[in-house]
């Protein structure tokens, strides 16, 4: 039980009596579903209801593996709750299918969810912002995830190997348009001595065999060794769509395609390769945000946002770094969050039993990755203030909690207010989100050209 919680039970327990009087979960006072929505998205399926006031999903947890109960505390049945059934995709990578369950009253409503595998499911609640209204959420991840750095890599393996087969392609029908008219041009030869060694190099190219996913040559280890990876973190997203602009631009939309344009020119950049923790319309809970750029062990975290303001005035582009205090107690809590359990820092596991070095372990690299993140925040700033105004002249500083890996230097960049109708047209400019993209990028060059990162051994 949290403190939160437990304050609450023992209120209600002082409360005694009245406590009963109160109309706290009955029918009367039950909420009403508004919406009910099945999302796949790349990472999990969710599943969502909107209700008119707060409602509580409980999981039971049963024998069967593949069957959720999930009881809908404070909510009304309705037949909007039963549509739910018929929005499940057929190629719903997680559900197989969704039942409503109304026992007799005062029970609350169930649904019963068939599972196609095991699940992990989390479940939370959202307060109404923008056009929603209250949301009860629960998102079913793989039990198994997929390795991102190795699904990174492997990316990068089949684009090369789609270059190399383009290439032998054309190589191969320029070589057969050769053969085909030699008899009548053999003075070709002299342009055309060249491409048929090529090919056949290409052609006998072991590359050209799907690799075993889990098998990485020396030589491919040590190119990962080296690569730079920077994490792109578009905020919001799906269920969040952040500020509002005065016309409408969601924030969500415009993070997501200046996030896109970052990564095709991080990708563009030879040793640099960005990796996304959202590529669609989809969101991310803050915290796993971060735990997905550790997974890649990514050299860089940049979170890319629009800020809004309520008086529509404020404007210009700020960076943010990591605040320092309460950063090491902060990180100690996030490190020893169940999800974090099995990491560490600087080698030592959280719950390694020497809680003093732990704690300096800590320390020394929140330190060390708020100065890293105050430097690159410094270069992106300068360059972002070549093509656009600044809200203040330095990086500053706040506990984002996007912010907290303690061992990945990571920034935060409001590109603009989107609530000034200015910006907003500017941040609507598809030549503008351009410019600040190039200014971003040069700014983590820059910071890089600097600070190359220390070779490490990434395990894949
Ligand atoms: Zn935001």
Do not use: C
Request: charge should be positive.
């Amino acid at each position: 039980m949290n403190p939160v919680e437990r304050a609450r039970r023992r209120a209600l327990r002082r409360l005694g009596a009245l406590a009963f009087v109160l109309p706290l979960a009955g029918p009367a006072g039950a909420s009403q579903v508004v919406a009910a929505r099945v999302w796949p998205a790349p990472d999990y399926t969710r599943l969502t209801l909107e209700s008119d006031g707060p409602i509580r999903l409980r999981l039971l947890s049963g024998p069967d593996p593949l069957r959720l109960v999930l009881e809908l505390d404070g909510l009304q049945a309705s037949p909007l709750l039963g549509e739910l059934a018929g929005k499940v995709r057929p190629d719903d990578p997680f559900i197989a299918r969704i039942r409503l369950d109304t026992p007799a009253s005062p029970a609350p409503p169930r649904l019963l969810v068939d599972l196609k595998q095991r699940t992990l499911p989390q479940t939370f609640n959202l307060a109404p912002v923008a056009a929603y209204q209250h949301r009860a959420v629960i998102d079913l991840y793989p039990l198994v995830e997929r390795d991102p750095l190795l699904a990174l890599i492997q990316e990068k393996q089949a684009a090369e190997r789609q270059a190399q087969a383009s290439v032998r392609d054309s190589l191969g029908s320029f070589i057969e348009g050769l053969e085909r008219t030699a008899p009548e041009r053999p003075a070709a030869g002299g342009s055309a001595g060249s491409p048929p060694a090529s090919a056949a190099v290409a052609g006998a190219d072991p590359s050209q065999a799907t690799p075993a996913p889990s098998r990485v040559s020396p030589a491919l280890q040590r190119r990962i060794d080296r690569l730079i990876i920077v994490a792109l973190d578009a905020g919001h997203g799906g269920e969040d769509p952040g500020a509002i602009g005065p016309t409408g631009l969601r924030e969500k939309d415009v993070v997501l395609d200046v996030a896109r344009r970052l990564q095709a020119r991080i990708n563009a950049t030879p040793g640099m390769r960005a990796f996304m923790t959202r590529d669609a319309d989809f969101f991310v809970p803050l915290g796993e945000r971060v735990r997905k750029a550790r997974r890649v062990q990514a050299d860089l975290f940049v979170s890319i946002h629009a800020d809004a303001f309520y008086t529509p005035q404020a404007r210009g582009a700020s960076v943010f770094a990591l605040a320092d205090r309460g950063a090491t107690s902060r990180a100690a809590r996030w490190m020893a969050d169940r999800e974090n359990a099995a990491d560490s820092v600087g080698g030592v596991g959280i719950s390694s039993p020497d809680l003093t070095l732990v704690h300096t372990l800590l320390d020394m690299s929140v330190t060390a990755q708020i100065k890293d993140s105050l430097q690159v925040g410094g270069e992106v700033l300068t360059h972002i203030g070549r093509v656009g105004r600044l809200h203040k002249p330095r990086v500053e500083q706040a506990g984002f909690a996007v912010l907290r890996a303690p061992d990945i230097p990571s920034i935060l960049v409001e590109t603009a207010f989107i609530s000034n109708p200015e910006e907003e047209q500017r941040l609507r400019d598809p030549a503008y989100r351009a410019e600040l993209v190039q200014a971003i990028t040069g700014g983590i060059t820059r910071y890089f050209a600097r600070n190359p990162p220390i070779a490490r051994s990434r395990q894949v």
